[in-house]
Nanobody, 123 residues
Framework: QVQLVESGGGLVQVGGSLRLSCAASGRTISKYAMGWFRQAPGKEREFVASISWLGHSTYYAASAKGRFTISRDNGKNTVDLQMDSLKPEDTAVYYC????????????????WGQGTQVTVSS
């Protein structure tokens, strides 16, 4: 199993930006699809974005499309999520996860998860 640790969360004002990073250890992520999910208080975890193992393909939830950008650096074993034009509804704990293939959008398709990083968008 690969271990994942997220960082970069924090408090930001509406319209601001944050860049989340997910660092992997224990195994290279170069053969895994990677994804970002989020969970707001009282809500179910939801898909945000995913990226294929070489980074050639990406997929975004409608809520993230046009504002968030997922990227990866297999040499550094990291996956990032650049979040721009943040809204209060983006407030959540953000998790990165690893999957064996494709561009999965459901949590069940991912086998490894980080502990999450809190993002709070204030108005």
């Amino acid at each position: 199993q690969v271990q994942l640790v997220e960082s970069g969360g924090g408090l930001v004002q509406v319209g601001g930006s944050l860049r989340l990073s997910c660092a992997a250890s224990g195994r290279t992520i170069s053969k895994y699809a990677m994804g970002w999910f989020r969970q707001a208080p009282g809500k179910e975890r939801e898909f945000v974005a995913s990226i294929s193992w070489l980074g050639h393909s990406t997929y975004y939830a409608a809520s993230a499309k046009g504002r968030f950008t997922i990227s990866r650096d297999n040499g550094k074993n990291t996956v990032d999520l650049q979040m721009d034009s943040l809204k209060p509804e983006d407030t959540a704990v953000y998790y990165c996860a690893a999957a064996n293939r494709g561009l999965p959008t459901t949590g069940a398709e991912y086998h490894s998860w980080g502990q999450g990083t809190q993002v709070t968008v204030s108005s």
